[in-house]
């Protein structure tokens, strides 16, 4: 009697033991997400922003897995089409973006995510899907097209950042006289020709054109989009020697050498080219206006977004971790960190550099054809980044570029069919 | 050339024999079985959806309705589409018909060359071998710094030289662009054809040169008739190859022009611009597999038909000239 109870308390004990174990267990095996990004350079930081996220949310694992930028569209897709897609997606914007949103493999966030309001509606609508208007994205970080100068080159010959077009160009005679490549720019990356236009056209074609072309008010045809590009003509003598055989690695080497006094690029930069010449002194200023006082319009566009995948079986901790990357705390960690223009409100970068873009930002026009014309193919980016090379080698007139343009969105859009 | 089969020998009855056949009949199967797997798996059945994608209109990799012939219309039939998919078409020819007369041309006459056994002709094999054995990728970066017009040692070079005046940007100019990039091909597979024409001329028996000269030949009619038709099934193997190779070309290009076939198209070609369709630009387009996997479909198409034919013409040509 005293034995068989003896057997019942040790299984009863083991029984316990063994129940309580399994409970405690369950109590503290995490929720395990996935984060999944493009930006491989970056996963330090949001390493160390997830440690930190963790640490106050004890039943959550986030794994963040960056892969290679240029394939990471295909893979992201692949992955959602096979069902296999992380909980968290780092997404593009705009177009590259909608690729996600439409096929119906991002969740909706706009009655999930409060933190939304602390975004403008420019920022959000790069996250936004037109077909039903939605949100499926918090927007993470803005780029503004500026115009980088080597401060030390600048002092040297007692130039100022120039204001006005005439000043530009003087400044350029200035650099080239003593030798100095005035920009550092080619025409051999196609992309790059696009970044050229963003930065100086915006201020010759003016604030209100963006919403008309759009719109369908106007076209590429418009003189003042035609105009704005003429002008473009005018930097060919003070770009890279054989600008059209220099691509964007050996202009950003010109510059981060200093053989080349001025690179107009887009605010990613800022990183890279300390991270190359730790030596090298530079600044900014925005594209240069016709008129002395007029306002710098400085193209800016979204970079992307952080998503939840609609499919996801943790959608309430995915959706609480999002809200995270929607928070002011974080925008300030993401900009501290990363050097990033968080589209956050109420973030205040500290990187004097980053200052002024925030400040650029305050006449920010959106970044033409990568806001407006990138959803359906021929893209207006494909378009003009095919036509713009050729009007700089001489080979065709701005006129000949807006009608190419023109006529390559006219296939899908509408309102430039009847024009 | 005649090609004899083996002759089987008529089974004999008994049930060893059948035996003895059943064994064959598996190990048979045991070496088919796995390449025909392979095939089916990874050959055969990608071609039957791409073939299937064509068909269908896409939002992102969600196939949605079927659309029939679309797909091919937009490439072939509509504006700026059309101009793409001609452009690229052409470019694959004009890198076909080059490599052929440059490349395979010089390996012809190198072949000859070394087929007489000059000083040094192991050292020189090996010196024109040397770049096939380089990643294509190490190969299109070098050359793609060789030719970079302000740090690169080409233009460098033509200045100490006193031809400051030849010095081009010569990846970034329409005209120069696409010949550039075919001279850095044939500068790399050089080799390949050099020594499949050398171990083709080897082949011939000696007696036929000897009999050539003694019935006083001269060079040139000792290659143009002994060497040249004797060559023939090099020849062939070595036209399919290029063929194949031209409208397949994309690592070189990618590599040292870039995605979008700049300046202005002049690099593009076929490959290119079925990546860029099927999988899109990072920095300007967008992500369309119906419209890439019709192109796929398509460049299938042309190089299995001119393939098949061209063979066919060659093979004939071999048999007559044998």
Known sequence: ?????????????????????????????????????????????????????????????????????????????????????????????????????????????????????????????????????????????????????????????????????????????????????????????????????????????????????????????????????????????????????????????????????????????????????????????????LEAGQPHLASSFLDGGYAVNAATPHQAEAVEFVRFLASPEFGQQLTDLLANISPIAGVVPTDPLLQEVAEFNRNATPYVFLVGFRYENPTGSTLVQQALPEMLAGNITPEEVGRRVTEGIATYYQPFQNR | MVRHLPVLAPPAAGGFRLSRRGNRALWLAMLLVPPALFFTVFVAYPIASALVYSFYGWVGVRRTTFVGLANFQRLLGQQPFQGWTINAFWHNVIVFVILLIIQDGLALLLAILLARNPRGTRFYQAVFFLPVTLSLVIVGFQWKLFLNPIFGIVNKLLRVAGLGALAQPWLGQAETALLALILVNAWRWLGFPTMVFLAGIRAIPEEYFEAARLDGANEWQVVRHVTWPLLAPAVTIIVILTFIG???????????????????????????????????????????????????????????????????????????LA
């Not at chain 1, 400044?171 to 020709?193: D, R, V, W």
């Not at chain 1, 045809?221 to 220099?246: H, I, Q």
């Not at chain 1, 730790?278 to 206006?289: A, K, N, Q, R, Y």
Request: glycine residues 8%.
């Open chain 2, 246 to 320: 031209s409208f397949n070309w994309f690592e070189l290009p990618y590599v040292m022009a870039g995605v979008d076939g700049p300046p202005n198209r002049s690099t593009d070609v076929l490959g290119l611009y079925f990546y860029r369709t099927a999988f899109g630009e990072i920095s300007a387009g967008l992500q369309e597999f119906g419209l890439g996997s019709a192109l796929a479909v398509l460049m299938f198409s042309v190089i299995l038909t001119v393939s098949i034919v061209w063979t066919r013409i060659l093979r004939r040509r071999e048999v007559e």
């Open chain 1, 1 to 289: 009697m005293k034995r068989y109870s003896l057997t019942i308390r040790i299984l009863g004990a083991v029984l316990l033991g063994a129940l309580f174990f399994g409970f405690s267990l369950a109590q503290s095996e995490p929720v395990r997400l996935t984060f999944w990004s493009w930006r491989i350079e970056d996963k330090w930081a949001y390493d160390q922003i997830i440690a930190g996220y963790e640490a106050t949310h004890p039943g959550v694992d986030i794994e963040f897995m960056p892969f290679e930028s240029s394939t990471y569209a295909t893979v992201l897709s692949t992955a959602f089409a096979a069902g296999q897609g992380p909980d968290i997606a780092h997404v593009r914007a705009y177009g590259a973006f909608e690729a996600f949103a439409a096929p119906g493999f991002l969740l909706p966030l706009d009655d999930k995510v409060s933190e939304l309001a602390n975004f403008s509606e420019l920022a959000l609508n790069g996250e936004r899907l037109r077909a039903d208007g939605r949100v499926y994205a918090v927007p993470f970080a803005s780029q503004t097209l500026v115009i980088y100068y080597n401060t030390a080159i600048f002092n040297q010959l007692g130039l100022t950042p120039p204001e006005t077009w005439d000043q530009f160009l003087a400044t350029c005679q200035a650099l080239k006289a003593n030798g100095s490549i005035p920009l550092a720019n080619g025409a051999a990356t196609a992309f790059m020709n696009e970044v050229l236009m963003g930065v100086f056209a915006p201020n010759f074609y003016g604030a209100d054109f963006f919403n008309q072309v759009v719109a369908g008010e106007t076209t590429f045809e418009d003189p003042r989009f035609t105009g704005a590009l003429a002008r473009l003509l005018e930097l060919r003598p003070y770009l890279a020697p054989d600008f059209l055989g220099v691509d964007y690695t050996t202009a950003q080497s010109l510059f981060v050498n200093e053989l080349a006094a001025m690179f107009a690029g887009g605010s990613w930069e800022i990183a890279n080219f300390r991270r190359q010449n730790p030596d090298l002194t530079f600044d900014i200023f925005p594209g240069p206006v």
